[in-house]
T-cell receptor
Framework: DGGITQSPKYLFRKEGQNVTLSCEQN?????MYWYRQDPGQGLRLIYY???????QKGDIAEGYSVSREKKESFPLTVTSAQKNPTAFYLC??????????????FGPGTRLTVL | GDSVTQMEGPVTLSEEAFLTINCTYT??????LFWYVQYPGEGLQLLLK?????DKGSNKGFEATYRKETTSFHLEKGSVQVSDSAVYFC?????????????FGTGTRLQVTL
């Protein structure tokens, strides 16, 4: 079955450590996205990528980094510069052809807790 | 910039009650509008969408109509079930870019009781 996988589901890290969250899709989608979800704040866009080896900052990119070396993979690194990294992180993807009416498909999310 | 405003939750209803979750938006141009649903501990799933004014999206008994004159996309269901308990997000898609970026509302939690 096609879909988006994120791993791990739960992640615990000590303050000051970098951590990388995995996102893989087998939908052959062009664009991929990372969102952060905090209670009562909805989803906020961290980074997105339209094609391999290219990505753009979203609304809250500070303290995060990404790479897009393969079409199907878009890992997110939460660096020690991110002041409040504890959150639920969601990866999504979509086709570009057809325009903004295309839905974004979401992975199951990774809950990161920084101790 | 673009923004989406949803009614505050939680919304608590008895089974078979009528549901309305209000959503209004601010956007330049002509965005596409979406409702996503999130069950506990999971990612988001598309519930329905509308891509132009007066379009009605529908799925699983839920409906929403794209009203450009009132910049609204209210979600309705005639008879809710316990299994509808979830968080519902209204979102709009940026019409101007090539990579469709979604702007989300803050979400509305629905709790349906027997």
């Amino acid at each position: 079955d096609g879909g988006i996988t994120q791993s791990p589901k739960y992640l615990f890290r000590k303050e000051g450590q970098n951590v990388t969250l995995s996102c893989e899709q087998n939908l052959n989608h062009d664009a991929m996205y990372w969102y952060r979800q905090d209670p009562g704040q909805g989803l906020r866009l961290i980074y997105y990528s339209q094609i391999v080896n290219d990505f753009q900052k979203g609304d809250i990119a500070e303290g995060y980094s990404v790479s897009r070396e393969k079409k199907e993979s878009f890992p997110l690194t939460v660096t020690s510069a991110q002041k409040n990294p504890t959150a639920f992180y969601l990866c999504a993807s979509t086709r570009l052809a057809g325009g903004p009416g295309n839905e974004q498909f979401f992975g199951p999310g990774t809950r990161l807790t920084v101790l | 910039g673009d923004s989406v405003t949803q009614m505050e939750g939680p919304v608590t209803l008895s089974e078979e009650a009528f549901l309305t979750i209000n959503c209004t938006y601010t956007a330049t141009g002509y965005p596409s509008l979406f409702w996503y649903v999130q069950y506990p501990g999971e990612g988001l799933q598309l519930l329905l969408k509308a891509t132009k004014a007066d379009d009605k999206g529908s799925n699983k008994g839920f409906e929403a109509t794209y009203r450009k004159e009132t910049t609204s996309f209210h979600l309705e269901k005639g008879s809710v079930q316990v299994s509808d308990s979830a968080v519902y997000f209204c979102a709009l898609s940026d019409q101007t870019g090539t990579a469709s970026k979604l702007t989300f509302g803050t979400g509305t939690r629905l709790q349906v009781t027997l």
